[in-house]
């Protein structure tokens, strides 16, 4: 079976989640620079995460084996666990002094984006919540 992905949708996710992200960052300004900062890098995080699994998932524009695509998607998720281990990792060794509730929480709110987000951006001929 061949299957061909647009990536309108995921290019507006990845849009949406980079400036939650900003916002998350600006609302933990708010509360301290402390809380600002790490907000902002924990939300980037899950962003740049995101981005990197994208990128290697859809960044072939042409039809392709399902076999194929279950492969990129466990090799593209590897990629992301570990980038995401590697830029939590540097965060923690750079942000001083740095509020972790703040990371967490906008690394958590980064991360549900495309499952909320999923529920908004349909560009399908029908709406398959109805």
Same mark, same amino acid.
């Given at each position: #079976? #061949? $299957? %061909?992905?647009?990536?309108?949708?995921? %290019?507006?996710?990845? $849009?949406?989640?980079?400036?939650?992200?900003?916002?998350?960052?600006?609302?933990?300004?708010?509360?301290?620079?402390?809380?600002?900062?790490?907000? +902002?890098? !924990? !939300? $980037?995080?899950?962003? $740049? /995460?995101?981005?990197? =699994?994208?990128?290697? *998932?859809? /960044? %072939?524009?042409?039809?392709?084996?399902?076999?194929?695509?279950?492969?990129?998607?466990?090799?593209?998720? *590897?990629?992301?666990?570990?980038?995401?281990?590697?830029? @939590? *990792? =540097?965060?923690?060794?750079?942000?001083?002094?740095?509020?972790?509730? /703040? +990371?967490?929480?906008?690394?958590?709110?980064?991360? #549900?984006?495309?499952?909320?987000?999923?529920? @908004?951006?349909?560009?399908?001929?029908?709406?398959?919540?109805?």
């Amino acid at each position: #079976m #061949m $299957l %061909k992905t647009r990536t309108t949708q995921i %290019k507006q996710i990845l $849009l949406v989640q980079f400036v939650a992200s900003l916002l998350a960052g600006a609302a933990g300004w708010i509360v301290s620079p402390d809380a600002g900062v790490s907000a +902002l890098a !924990g !939300g $980037l995080i899950a962003s $740049l /995460a995101n981005g990197y =699994f994208a990128w290697k *998932v859809f /960044a %072939k524009q042409q039809e392709t084996e399902s076999a194929q695509i279950l492969s990129t998607y466990y090799r593209a998720e *590897v990629g992301k666990i570990i980038l995401t281990v590697m830029l @939590f *990792v =540097f965060a923690i060794s750079v942000i001083k002094p740095l509020n972790m509730i /703040a +990371l967490i929480s906008a690394y958590l709110l980064i991360t #549900m984006i495309p499952w909320l987000a999923s529920f @908004f951006i349909n560009d399908d001929d029908k709406n398959w919540r109805e």
